[in-house]
């Protein structure tokens, strides 16, 4: 069955930083495109940062350029994001999923979505 796990997640003062995970199993990360989206209370699911399959491309949402890192280790069959200066404004809960074939960081271009887990920036 395939099945994506995100963890990592919590509360942070804002400037913190937190490393979210994506777990597969299943299947194989190798062949497939991740992306990490968020959706925060009352607002439409957005894409945060995605990564083809072969890690060479990435891409980011504007407001966390320069901010947070995806990564992936397809040994470990877990793609990362690092989330570094946090603002309020990011919080939300954070989902992984996965595409075969990558053409851009949206939602509904992606599937097999994890369960998420909850960030929370405040003071």
């Known amino acids: 069955q395939l099945q994506l796990v995100e963890s990592g997640g919590g509360l942070v003062q804002p400037g913190g930083s937190l490393r979210l995970s994506c777990a597969a199993s299943?299947?194989?990360?190798?062949?497939?495109?991740i992306g990490w989206f968020r959706q925060a209370p009352g607002k439409e699911r957005e894409g945060v940062s995605c990564?083809?399959?072969?890690?060479?491309?990435?891409d980011y949402a504007d407001s966390v350029k320069g901010r947070f890192t995806i990564s992936r280790d397809n040994a470990k069959n877990t793609v990362y994001l690092q989330m570094n200066s946090l603002k309020p404004e990011d919080t939300g809960v954070y989902y992984c999923?996965?595409?075969?074939?990558?053409?851009?960081?949206?939602?509904?271009?992606?599937?097999?979505w994890g369960q998420g887990t909850q960030v929370t920036v405040s003071s």
């Open positions: 990564v083809s399959s072969s890690g060479g491309r990435t």
């Open positions: 999923a996965h595409a075969f074939g990558y053409a851009s960081c949206t939602p509904r271009l992606f599937g097999s």
């Open positions: 299943g299947f194989k990360l190798d062949f497939y495109a």
